[in-house]
């Protein structure tokens, strides 16, 4: 009896006698409509990405995954960053980092262009063409930031500041201003060597970007 009521409930007619019940089960479920797959997002990023010298689990993507779906949300964060990673690396090794059904990347790139002290424009142009690319794929963005260091002088603190909100403004892409906000120059959430987060600091830099990333994960999921 419960084969023909799972039969009347999937519109399914079948002799119940010549079926086996496996093979019953088998076509219920073929029958059953798709579960959705999960949102998938990159990191695509550096060290600051990677997870510079921190045990599994405290990396940023790992992290963002773990709070993404303790609000809901079915989610994978994949972690493509490359310690010491520049935006000419990163768009070397774009498109094989980036694989096809990419629902959202995290473009995290250029705080070792700043640190070799290298153009600025030449930075920009490069994140331009990520952009660029990954647009013309359909994936979205959220772009994130990063300031100069102050001793770079005011003249490069000002050109190199300047790319992410140019960048983000025309493109049409969300904006994270400062990836380190809150990390940077607070040693309790920095490693010892002063310039990367320890798992504490990455906890932050989650709860800064995740402002950012849900409303794109929940927009994605209602346009479905």
Known sequence: MIFKSFGKI??????????????VFL???AAAPAMAEP????????SLMAGYQLAPGESFPEQLEKALAAR??????TNAGVSGDTTSGGLSRLDWSVPDGTDL??????????LRGLSPSATEKNLEAMITRLKERGVNI?????????????????AFNAIYPRLAEKHDLPLVPFFLEGVAGNAA???????????????L????VLPAVEPLVAKERTDM
């Open 72 to 77: 809901g949300h079915e989610v994978t964060v």
């Open 142 to 158: 959220l772009l994130v930031g990063m300031y100069a260091a102050p001793n770079l002088g005011p003249d490069y603190q000002e």
């Open 205 to 208: 830099m989650v709860e800064n």
């Open 27 to 29: 076509m219920v479920f």
């Open 189 to 203: 959430m920095q490693l010892d060597d002063r310039m990367h987060p320890n798992a504490q600091g990455v906890a």
């Open 39 to 46: 949102f998938r997002i990159i990191g695509f990023g550096d």
């Open 10 to 23: 999937f519109g399914i007619v079948f002799p119940i006698t010549r079926l086996s019940s496996a093979a």
């Open 105 to 114: 990347v995290i473009l995290e790139l250029g705080a070792n262009d700043m």
